[in-house]
T-cell receptor, first 113, second 114 residues
């Protein structure tokens, strides 16, 4: 069974601060996705990382996939109140798992103005 | 921008009743999925579907659950005899190919079993 652990579970920071959220597993994933989920809504895909060591940037968000494809991080620079939400990582297995995603527990981010 | 849609947004049912949750995947997508999220818990995979058959299912997806693509646009999840513990958000997702890296999720159906 593939498991993904996210840390921290909760994060509350002031506007303008930087933060990093981690997603770790003992399993290798063919790809890893980061989603953002608002209350009562479905996860919205932010980014997919596929190659070990890959770094992707989405405005103030920087995503990195570990070299061994077992872990990932999401770094937000100069956080804004609009960044408040639940951030989920999910791992995909292209070959053996028919594309299903295994989700982490999520990190609830609160950015205070 | 194309999106996955789900109906109803909220379904309330009595224990033991059958419910059908409906999804319209993105039109050129070929792989379809159902996930559920119990309140306060993680999103859990239920089933994946391709070429009119189940590709993979989880332990949660027991004989009470079934999926169907009755026509070219809809993808349904049926729960034959609902239990209290089936109360959750149910998310449909679709992808253009086999990889999870292209999965797009619908807004979900909140199922409440009384």
């Amino acid at each position: 069974t593939q498991l993904l652990e996210q840390s921290p579970q909760f994060l509350s920071i002031q506007e303008g601060e930087n933060l990093t959220v981690y997603c770790n597993s003992s399993s290798v994933f063919s790809s890893l996705q980061w989603y953002r989920q608002e209350p009562g809504e479905g996860p919205v895909l932010l980014v997919t990382v596929v190659t070990g060591g890959e770094v992707k940037k989405l405005k103030r968000l920087t995503f990195q996939f570990g070299d061994a494809r077992k872990d990932s991080s999401l770094h937000i620079t100069a956080a804004q109140p609009g960044d408040t939400g639940l951030y989920l990582c999910a791992g995909g297995g292209r070959v053996t798992n028919a594309g299903k995603s295994t989700f982490g527990d999520g990190t609830t981010l609160t950015v205070k103005p | 921008e194309p999106e996955v849609t789900q109906t109803p947004s909220h379904q309330v049912t009595q224990m033991g009743q059958e419910v059908i949750l409906r999804c319209v995947p993105i039109s050129n997508h070929l792989y379809f999925y159902w996930y559920r999220q119990i309140l306060g818990q993680k999103v859990e995979f239920l089933v994946s579907f391709y070429n009119n058959e189940i590709s993979e299912k989880s332990e949660i997806f027991d004989d009470q659950f079934s999926v169907e693509r009755p026509d070219g646009s809809n993808f349904t999840l049926k729960i034959r005899s609902t239990k209290l513990e089936d109360s959750a958000m149910y998310f449909c997702a679709s992808s253009v190919d086999r990889g999870a890296d292209t999965q797009y999720f619908g807004p979900g159906t909140r199922l409440t079993v009384l």
